[in-house]
């Protein structure tokens, strides 16, 4: 019998039986799947909608100061369980829709993705949002409503192939349209002098308007907006041209606008280079700071008043422009003279960096930057000068003036996008100990000079109602039962975990729970890809993007060196392992999308030889996304986060990992460092170079095809896959790539190799000993907490924007 539900439970279930009637217009009996998801999430959607008004109400009143988060990515994911959760929901929302028949696990897997990001940096933006409104803070996502997100991957014959995702195909249940909320952006055209007033008069002009999607905190507690932008023209037809008969070209300024929102370029960590591109980021850019100085302006009147009550976030580089966007509105919209508006501008925006590789920082050809944007050119210009002349009276050589300067002079001229950002901010922060460190003494290293105060850390941090309590209820359900329910507001109250790691009976139960997702996990997976697995075997997993300094080509390669050694010695104790590797390629990222095929190759070679039997299977599994993770993450043991040190900013896969019991095997990079710290030198796998001796090899002359030649392990493994051993149909498929790692091996693979095979084989002595892997599990979930994004953001609140969290 189930439990009679509560009356509570029957009200909400009438409501959303009048909402499918009313509001989708259905009755029951017709009602499709899809009707009674957009049902449900009409009816909670009401009682998020009287928190949200009573949030604005609240920031209202207090007068209080704003953040606003800008970020061309927001990775979501689904947001059904993460309301209901929040909203403290999730009994009531269970037994009602079971009172109509339908089991909330079914309805929220028909949720598409909203998948606005390309990775870490995107979902970053994601649990940023989740933690401002968790900690009462009153926040702005600002962002691009792409048509089509990120791209969904298909695996054919082992090649990956790109797809249009269409997440909006069946309505957003969860935004609004503010047609009211629209500016004019412009592109193009020139700038007159006016005496004093300069004004610019774009040639091109479209329409931003706004969407906005409510972000509900964790108890309720207060709910923000995130506002993302779509785009139309002026004149959405022309009708004389169409009367004229010229049908398509009335519509091209539509089309045009269209296409502004589009798509998010499938870039990770290389700029798009096309000039859409920055039409993209200006769009989104200049919309965000027109609707922040108007809000502005209502609430407290007068301009100059914009640093004590708005706190602008710049997500990386892509909206950078922010800064010659806000001097413009300042000096030529509001008439501050240059001085005054560069403080306050300054005083306003603050700079986030992701990435230290030099291809990824983004820099645009002058001459296209000042086509598009001409009145920009000159406020970039005028601030140019005034940093360069800071930087003489600060008595600094040329090469560090040419280093700090907004201008690129070699070769093509290039605008800086991180140098301008770096200027225009008063905060330049990095997101891992590390990192920060690397920004100083590397990319930034003249500006942190010249400015020293300017350059601060934070370290990212993931929303625990995420990824630990909505993806592993199980594991949440015993850890309050073990500890009480303080974690659930606070996640470093886990760490009362640590002294009952040694407790066989909770060891037994958190095994029992990582053994069921395991179950779930290889279902899912067999009816993915049609394989098999164990689910007592290690399930030993690399999930992110596809990218050679991430070195996926060196678990493959180790994972060959394994297939071998188990074929050699079959009479060895070896531990049954499964190797899960996800995740995209660039869709222009020759190398990653063949990493991928490899990965493809050796699946189906080692998964069809019966001499290595259960021992080893390899699993590619296609379209890695949020929804994915959140299976994947709590059915890991190991989390593989082995990027060559110094290259991974910090990483946010690796927190998840941890905080859902699984030991980490990794290099001393990005957050791994402080993960460590954290969980301890005995519970985690730490092998390979530091970011200083990788740094030095390069610099002395690295020698690997010196290193390959020496060690027989992976000189076989790497020959093996040069002369088509797992590409039988096209033996040369990977000569290549492994030509690259004789060649240069930019990435240190040969050079880890060694370390990280060891590594490996000291993971397997860890899994014979289960109740030692238990006690290392229950001190990582016990020792991450400092890694929620409530710690990251009540660290950007003080220290950054001078709000506090309430
Ligand atoms: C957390 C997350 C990432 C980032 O993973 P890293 O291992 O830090 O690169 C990327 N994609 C998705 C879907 C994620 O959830």
């Known amino acids: 019998m189930p439990p009679t539900p509560d009356p509570k439970a029957e009200a909400l279930a009438a409501r959303i039986a009048d909402v499918l009637r009313h509001r989708v217009g259905k009755d029951e009996r017709s009602a499709k799947r899809h009707d009674w998801f957009t049902a449900a999430v009409l009816a909670l959607r009401d009682d998020v909608i009287d928190r949200w008004m009573e949030s604005t109400q609240r920031t209202h009143a207090a007068g209080a100061k704003r953040v606003y988060y800008l970020s061309l990515e927001f990775l979501i994911g689904r947001l059904l369980r993460d309301a209901i959760s929040n909203m403290g929901m999730l009994r009531e929302m269970e037994q009602a829709l079971r009172l109509h028949g339908i089991d909330l696990g079914d309805l929220a897997e028909l949720e598409p993705d909203a998948a606005l990001g390309n990775g870490g940096l995107g979902r970053l933006a994601a649990c940023f949002m989740e933690s401002l409104a968790s900690l009462d803070i009153p926040a702005y996502g600002y962002g691009i409503r792409y048509v089509n997100g990120m791209f969904r991957q298909r695996i054919d014959d082992g090649w990956q192939v790109e797809l249009p995702e269409t997440w909006l195909a069946h309505g957003n249940p969860w935004e609004f349209d503010r047609r009211e909320s629209c500016y004019r952006i412009g592109y193009g055209g020139e700038v007159i002098a ?13 329409e931003a308007s706004a969407f906005d999607t409510p972000v509900v905190g964790w108890r309720g507690r207060r709910v923000n907006t995130l506002r993302l932008w779509t785009a139309h023209a002026l004149d ?8 004229a008969g010229d049908h398509f070209g009335a519509l091209a300024d539509q089309l045009r606008a269209d296409s502004l929102v589009r798509v998010l370029y499938p870039a990770d960590s290389s700029p798009a280079g096309q000039e859409l591109r920055l039409r993209q980021e200006y769009f989104f850019t200049a919309a965000s700071l027109q609707d922040i100085v108007r809000r502005h302006i209502q609430y407290h009147g007068d301009v100059r008043s914009l640093a004590q009550k708005v706190a602008i976030q710049l997500n990386d580089t892509h909206p950078a422009v922010a800064v010659a966007e806000l001097m413009r509105l300042l000096v030529d919209d509001h008439g501050l003279e240059f001085d005054e508006a560069f403080a306050l501008t300054q005083g306003t925006i603050a700079y986030t960096n992701h990435t230290l590789l030099p291809e990824a920082l983004e820099s645009w050809p002058l001459p296209l930057f000042e086509r598009l944007l001409p009145r920009h050119m000159q406020i970039i210009y005028a601030i140019n000068s005034r940093i360069l002349r800071d930087a003489r009276r600060q008595g600094m050589s040329d090469a560090d003036a040419a280093a700090i300067s907004l201008i690129d002079e070699h070769g093509e001229r290039r605008v800086r ?32 000079r010249l400015y020293p105060a300017r350059i601060n850390n934070k370290t990212n941090g ?44 909770l060891g037994e139960r958190v095994a029992e729970v990582k053994r069921a997702n395991k179950v779930a996990l290889a279902a899912h997976l067999k009816e993915l890809t049609g394989i098999r697995l164990n689910p007592d075997a290690l399930f030993d997993v690399q999930i992110k993007r596809i990218h050679e300094y991430k070195r996926q080509l060196l678990n493959l390669v180790e994972t060959v060196a394994l297939y071998d050694q188990i074929r050699s010695h079959p009479e060895r104790d070896w531990v049954p392992r499964v190797k899960i590797f996800g995740g995209k390629a660039a869709s222009s990222y020759h190398n990653a999308k063949l990493i991928i095929k490899l990965a493809g190759d050796i699946a189906r070679r080692i998964n069809s030889d019966p001499s290595v039997g259960g021992l080893l299977k390899v ?25 060559t040190a110094g290259m991974e900013a910090s990483g946010t896969g690796n927190m998840k990992f941890a905080l859902n019991g699984a030991l980490t095997i990794g290099t001393l990079d990005g957050a791994n460092v402080e993960i460590k710290d954290r969980v301890g030198d005995e ?37 093996a896959i040069a002369s088509g051993v797992f590409s039988p149909d096209d033996p040369g498929r990977y000569r290549g790539l492994m030509d690259g790692l ?16 060891a590594a490996q084989r000291a993971v397997d002595a860890r899994w014979h000993d289960p109740a030692g892997w238990r006690r290392s599990a229950i001190h990582n979930i016990a020792n991450v907490g400092w890694f929620s994004s409530d710690r990251t953001i009540g660290e950007y609140a003080r220290d950054i924007w001078q709000v506090t969290p309430t």
Request: aromatic share 8%; net charge negative.
């Open 194 to 206: 006016n005496g004093d007033a300069v004004e610019w008069r774009p040639s091109e002009l479209v």
């Open 236 to 243: 959405p037809i022309r009708l004389d041209a169409f009367n």
């Open 417 to 448: 996008m991180a140098n301008l950002a770096f200027a225009g901010a008063h905060s330049v922060n990095g997101v891992a100990a590390l990192h920060t460190d690397l920004m100083k003494s590397t990319v930034f290293s003249a500006l942190h």
């Open 462 to 505: 993931v929303t625990p109602r995420r990824w630990l309590q909505q993806c592993n209820p199980a594991l949440t359900g015993i850890i309050r039962d073990a500890i009480g329910d303080a974690f659930l507001d606070d996640a470093e109250a886990l760490s009362a975990l640590n002294a009952l790691a040694g407790d066989a009976a």
């Open 619 to 643: 699993v590619f599994v296609p379209n890695y996304n949020v929804s994915l993770a959140e299976r994947i993450i709590p059915a890991a043991d190991l989390s593989e986060q082995i990027s």
């Open 683 to 719: 519970h985690i796998v730490i092998f390979g170079l530091t970011a200083d001796e990788v740094a030095q090899r390069r610099a002395e002359g690295y020698n690997p095809r010196a290193i390959i030649e020496g060690s027989r392990e992976l000189q076989q493994a790497v020959e």
């Open 742 to 757: 004789y060649a240069h091996d930019w990435f240190m693979v040969a050079a880890d190799f060694d370390s990280y095979a």
